[in-house]
């Protein structure tokens, strides 16, 4: 799995993963908050979208479409 983005909070890590998801992509959402108990705890170790290696590429291309990425941003 690649890391294509990181979120400070889950929340959007999850709204990201929505448009993937959209767009047939499968993609996991990887952090440690204490399943949102703890949400302080991402700052020092932010939400991770991740996706297979071969789909990153689209996946990127979809997040910049979307609005949720910058070009060229992770």
């Known amino acids: 799995m690649?890391?294509?983005a990181r979120?400070?909070?889950r929340h959007e890590a999850e709204y990201a993963q929505g448009f993937l998801k959209d767009a047939g992509i499968d993609s996991a959402v990887a952090i440690d908050d204490a399943g949102g108990a703890q949400v302080g705890m991402a700052f020092?170790?932010?939400a991770r979208l991740l996706v297979r290696a071969e789909d990153a590429t689209r996946a990127r291309a979809v997040l910049v479409?979307?609005?949720?990425l910058a070009?060229?941003?992770t």
């Open 65 to 68: 479409r979307a609005g949720v």
């Open 2 to 4: 690649n890391v294509i």
């Open 44 to 46: 020092s170790n932010p």
């Open 7 to 9: 979120f400070n909070f």
């Open 71 to 73: 070009p060229g941003e």
